[in-house]
C-alpha cells in the first residue's frame, strides 16, 4: 500500500514556475513508475508526465513538453513536477499516482496506475 500526498500548488501569474512535490510512503516506492496528471473545471482527466522507477525515463503530454519535468528523489520518497512558463490553460488540480506494475514504459492511461494523491490546486492568472 503507497500513501501520496501532493503539495505545492498555488495562485500564479502566467509565466510564472511552481514546483509540486509528491510525497509517497511505504517502503515500495522505488519499485513504482510514477504519473502526474491533472483534471480542469468540468475537463476530464488527462496525463501530464511520467517518470520510471529509476528516474532514466520520462514521458510528456504534448501540452507540456519542454515546459514541465518529472523528477523524483527514492531516498526521499518523493517525485516532483517543475513547471515553467504556466499558461492559463494548465489551471486545474493536478494529481500524482504510482503504477505498480512495473511496465517498461510509462503509461498515460488513467487505468494503469494503482494509487493517487488527493490532488493539489494549480491556478495561472493572466
Known amino acids: 500500500q503507497v500513501q501520496l500526498v501532493e503539495s505545492g500548488g498555488g495562485l500564479v501569474q502566467a509565466g510564472a514556475s511552481l514546483r509540486l512535490s509528491c510525497a509517497a510512503s511505504?517502503?515500495?516506492?522505488?519499485?513504482?513508475?510514477m504519473g502526474w496528471f491533472r483534471q480542469a473545471p468540468g475537463k476530464q482527466r488527462e496525463f501530464v508526465g511520467g517518470?520510471?522507477?529509476?528516474?532514466?525515463?520520462?514521458y510528456y503530454a504534448d501540452s507540456v513538453k519542454g515546459r514541465f519535468t518529472v523528477s523524483r528523489d527514492n531516498a526521499k520518497n518523493t517525485v516532483y513536477l517543475q513547471m515553467n512558463s504556466l499558461k492559463p490553460e494548465d489551471t486545474a488540480v493536478y494529481y500524482c499516482?504510482?503504477?505498480?506494475?512495473?511496465?517498461?514504459?510509462?503509461?498515460?492511461?488513467?487505468?494503469?496506475?494503482?494509487?493517487w494523491g488527493q490532488g493539489t490546486q494549480v491556478t495561472v492568472s493572466s
Open positions: 499516482a504510482a503504477d505498480r506494475e512495473g511496465r517498461s514504459y510509462i503509461s498515460r492511461v488513467i487505468a494503469s496506475y494503482d494509487y
Open positions: 511505504g517502503r515500495t516506492f522505488s519499485n513504482y513508475a
Open positions: 517518470i520510471g522507477w529509476s528516474g532514466g525515463t520520462t
